[in-house]
């Protein structure tokens, strides 16, 4: 099949209009002019005061936004329950995309835990440096998908842990937020000490929510790996 | 020389042409691949170019991250807006979602019906 066939000059033509007009559109929306005052340098100039956050991206995604978080991480969680529900009642399944290496079987072991170690200091540094909770959640299901590519069928996951530990920290992120709510009068609000800015243990109750976002995206992502990778029937 | 390219408009130009590369080459194979995964595929590199124009076209030359640090001791004017970078991490997790959420459908689909080409779907009887 060659490449002409595949490839008309129509689909050429309109995928090229359709993204022209939505470029243009997008320019007439967002005008791009400098301004002195907007949403950015609001949240800079009270960041400081407020939070005590080092990471101001980290203050947005889970002070000043945390509502919109809490509806990330719900979409996050009904989408892996889409796909649990075209699982075939949790028959056994057998990992399609393992490699037979002895190299990789003996290297998994020194890697997994300084994979483990590393995405949890992604995670608890979330309100200091560049990273968090979805980033780190996602480099603890890295070093779960390795262990599946690595040790054939002999790693399974317990799934009545991995949905303890994503359950509880759900629900710990929902209780944050309703006792800032009960406490402060705000949804998500502070009820902790700040503490000094760049330290560890600073910014109030946004690492606390950090890590209950990082635990319940890393028992997703791990999930959804799982199910993607263990796809074929036992016989 | 160089300099002339480190300036913000350059940059900006640079970022909007490559990100309308990016959305045609997700349109090109959305449209014309029969294959579901690859279309579905095609559809994340068209989004990848709507994170790479919004978080590009609020940068600035000399601006800073946004994070507080030994050198950089309290927050500025000087640092880059914070909103759409968080905003982009929010969109980025809902990209992953919907993507693994279609993927799934997909290989249900190929389960049920072992066919996975779009011109070959048949399911309500039409096109006969």
New interface residues.
């Given amino acids: 099949m060659s490449l002409k066939r595949?490839?008309?000059i129509e689909?050429?033509v309109?995928?090229?209009l359709?993204?022209?007009m939505?470029?243009i559109l997008?320019g007439l929306f967002?005008d791009?002019e400098?301004t002195?005052l907007?949403?950015?340098?609001e949240?800079?100039?009270n960041?400081?005061a407020v939070t005590k956050s080092?990471?101001?991206?980290t203050?947005?995604?889970t002070y000043f936004?945390g509502f919109?978080?809490l509806g990330?991480v719900t979409?996050?969680f009904?989408?892996?329950f889409?796909?649990g529900l075209?699982l075939e009642g949790y028959k056994e399944k057998l990992n399609i995309f393992a490699y037979d290496n002895n190299l990789l079987k003996i290297a998994v072991d020194v890697l997994f835990p300084l994979i483990i170690l590393f995405g949890f200091y992604v995670i608890i540094h979330g309100h200091?440096?560049?990273g968090g909770g979805?980033q780190g959640g996602v480099i603890i299901a890295s070093a779960f998908l390795l262990m599946f590519l690595a040790k054939n069928n002999d790693f399974s996951l317990n799934h009545k842990i991995m949905e303890l530990i994503e359950a509880l920290s759900g629900a710990s992120f929902i209780l944050i937020g309703v006792l800032g709510l009960l406490i402060v009068n705000r949804f998500f609000d502070n009820f902790l000490p700040l503490g000094e800015?760049?330290k560890l243990f600073s910014g109030g109750v946004i690492p606390l929510i950090y890590i209950f976002v990082g635990l319940k995206?890393s028992a997703e992502i791990t999930a959804?790996v799982e199910?993607?990778i263990r796809?074929k029937d036992v016989e | 020389m160089l300099s002339s390219f480190n300036q913000t408009p350059f940059l900006?130009t640079v970022i909007?042409i490559g990100?309308?590369l990016l959305?045609?080459i997700g349109?090109?194979g959305a449209?014309?691949?029969k294959n579901l995964f690859k279309i579905f595929l095609s559809l994340a590199i068209a989004e990848a170019s709507l994170f790479i124009?919004f978080i590009g076209?609020h940068f600035?030359v000399g601006k800073i991250?946004?994070?507080?640090?030994d050198e950089v001791i309290?927050?500025?004017?000087n640092?880059?807006?914070?909103?759409?970078?968080?905003m982009i991490?929010?969109t980025?997790?809902?990209a992953?979602?919907?993507l693994?959420?279609a993927?799934?459908?997909i290989?249900?689909y190929f389960k049920l019906t072992n066919n996975m080409r779009v011109d070959e779907m048949n399911e309500l009887g039409e096109g006969r």
């Fill in positions: 595949n490839i008309t689909t050429l309109i995928s090229l359709v993204s022209i939505t470029i997008m967002l791009f400098t002195t907007s949403i950015g340098t949240v800079l100039k960041n400081e080092a990471n101001a991206v203050s947005v995604v936004r919109d978080t990330e979409i996050l009904l989408s892996i889409g796909i075209g200091l440096s560049p979805f800015i760049g995206v959804l199910y993607f796809i | 900006h909007t990100s309308l959305l045609t349109l090109v449209l014309s691949k124009y076209m600035e991250a946004p994070i507080v640090t309290q927050f500025s004017s640092m880059v807006d914070p909103v759409p970078q968080a991490l929010t980025i997790v809902i992953i979602a919907v693994a959420l993927l799934s459908f290989i249900n």
